[in-house]
Structure formats: C-alpha cells, structure tokens
C-alpha cells in the first residue's frame, strides 16, 4: 500500500482544475487503497473506484479520453468506461466529491482590483444616493413655497378687483 502524493496549492500551479484533480486523485487513491484492505470489498470495488478517479482527473484537466469532456455524471461514468448507475447508486461518495469540485470550478474568485473597484462604486452609489434624497427634500419645500406665493398671489388679485382700495386700474380708451 502507497502512500497518495499530497501536494500543496505552491506545489500543483495553483490553476484550480489543477486543484480539483489533485483532490480527487488524492482521495480516490485513498478510497481505493481503504477498498482493497476492506474485507467486504470485491476486487473490483477498487478497480471501478481508481478508473472513476483517473477520469475525474482526466475531465478536470480536459482530457477527456472516452466522454464529451462536459463536467456531469453522465461524462464522468463514459470516461470511467463505467454505467452511470455505478456513480449514482454505488459510487455515490465519488459523486459527491465530483459535484463538490465541480460546484467549486463554477464559482469564480473576485479579485483583489475588482472587489476594490466595487467597494468605490458601492461608496459612489451611497453617496449620490444622499445626494438625491436631499435634493428630493429641497425640490418638496421649493413647491411648497410656490404653493404659498401662488395663493398670495390670487388673494391679492381678488381683493385688489373686488374692493375699492388704493389700487385703480387703468382702462384704455381709443384714440
């Protein structure tokens, strides 16, 4: 029995397939070797488990040997030269861990310059907002006092017209 090769993300490139193969190689290896000292286990329990696993690795650095190269059950069984079934009944832990890695792939990481730029447009953002609920405010209290200036106004119209007062309007007479 060997002991599975661990090596650190300094070690592997860093590239995340990288990655996600070395994990499942890892633990493929190690599920394996557990299969083969276990009393219970057939012979070919192991050898379905390494084939599973070397073509989890092949489909996460994109060799593909027998399978469409998509990341699915379905592609991973053709790789495996396995049915399906076998993952999604027996196999079930190499499932897992195969969605598991996948999930992780999809998920891309922010980088430092772009989470930077978001916090400056969420800073932005918070700002203009104050901005426009002030103007908001200030727009509100304008037509309240042209509401005032315009009622003003039209009392003043109507006592002016109404009453004599020292206000006389001008009429126009032809020439």
């Not at 286990?41 to 040997?65: H, N």
Request: hydrophobic letters at 40%; aromatic letters at 2%; proline letters at 5%.
């Amino acid at each position: 029995m060997t002991q599975p090769d661990l090596q650190t993300a300094d070690d592997a490139g860093a590239s995340p397939k990288g990655l996600a193969a070395d994990i499942a190689r890892v633990i493929g290896t190690l599920r394996a070797q557990s299969a083969e000292v276990s009393p219970t286990a057939k012979p070919v329990d192991a050898q379905e488990i390494q084939s599973i696993t070397e073509a989890m690795i092949r489909l996460f650095v994109g060799a593909p040997l027998r399978s469409d190269g998509q990341l699915t059950v379905k592609s991973l069984a053709e790789g495996a030269g396995l049915r399906r079934n076998k993952l999604t009944h027996k196999h079930t832990g190499l499932k897992d861990l195969f969605y598991a890695l996948v999930k992780t792939l999809e998920r891309p990481a922010i980088p430092a310059q772009r989470q930077a730029k978001d916090d400056d447009l969420k800073r932005r953002h918070s700002e203009l907002w104050a901005k426009h609920q002030q103007l908001k405010k200030e727009a509100a209290q304008m037509a309240r006092i042209i509401h005032v200036l315009e009622v003003e106004n039209d009392q003043l119209r109507t006592t002016a017209a109404n009453g004599p007062g020292n206000l006389h309007f001008l009429t126009r007479t032809p020439r």
